[in-house]
């Protein structure tokens, strides 16, 4: 079975550039998240899909950032425009029904110059 | 509200020594708790996880937990460092059935020295 897989796996921007980053959870996993670590500091949840809908996206930092899950399979993580303060590694998770056991994917790391 | 804080940003051990990272929690409602550890240049990978069963809790690698409400921790053992257990561990919370967000704590970076 394939673990959780995450596209690119580094990416470097100018700030004010646009990137999308994706996750494919593994097949069958209806919840998804979404989690993000700056430097230095611990790692942080962003938002959690059921399927397509957004079940809990209140660690979204602002409206620079559009997450999507059409069609319930993968999720892309968008950010437009870039910010310095946006760098960091993207972690995407999922899990299966009700349980809380997350499987994460390697991380996406972007870099904001 | 959830927060996890872990002792030790950094710590250090002689291969075979006993390995202790401390985490505490504090949670309003019976949590989940979690370790996870992500080596060099890899992923998150789940180390154990406490579910409200058993208190000690074992998992992956010869590392265990145990859970202790009255101290509101979740420390992470192991009885003898080697050297492929160099790595950041992170221990994490999520709260209630039906809360799935995980809460964080800083994460601490084992050293095994020869």
């Known amino acids: 079975e394939a673990g959780v897989t995450q596209f690119p796996s580094h990416s470097v921007i100018e700030k004010g550039q646009t990137v999308t980053l994706r996750c494919d959870p593994i097949?069958?996993?209806?919840?998804l998240y979404w989690y993000r670590r700056v430097m230095g500091k611990e790692i942080k949840f962003l938002l959690h899909f059921v399927k397509e809908s957004k079940q809990d996206e209140s660690g979204m930092p602002n409206n620079r950032f559009l997450a999507e899950r059409t069609g319930g399979t993968y999720s892309t993580l968008k950010v437009q425009p870039a910010e310095l303060e946006d760098s960091g590694v993207y972690f995407c998770a999922s899990s299966q029904g009700q349980n809380h056991e997350q499987y994460f994917g390697p991380g996406t790391r972007l870099t904001v110059t | 509200a959830q927060s996890v804080t872990q002792l030790g940003s950094h710590v250090s051990v002689s291969e075979g020594a006993l390995v202790l990272l401390r985490c505490n929690y504090s949670s309003s409602v019976p949590p989940y708790l979690f370790w996870y550890v992500q080596y060099p240049n890899q992923g998150l990978q789940l180390l154990l996880k406490y579910t409200s069963a058993a208190t000690l809790v074992k998992g992956i690698n010869g590392f265990e937990a145990e859970f202790k409400k009255s101290e509101t921790s979740f420390h992470l053992t192991k009885p003898s460092a080697h050297m492929s257990d160099a790595a950041e561990y992170f221990c994490?919370?999520?709260?209630?059935?039906?809360?799935?967000?995980?809460?964080w704590g800083a994460g601490t970076k084992l050293i095994i020295k020869p």
């Open positions: 994490a919370v999520s709260e209630g059935d039906s809360n799935y967000q995980l809460i």
């Open positions: 097949s069958g996993h209806d919840n």
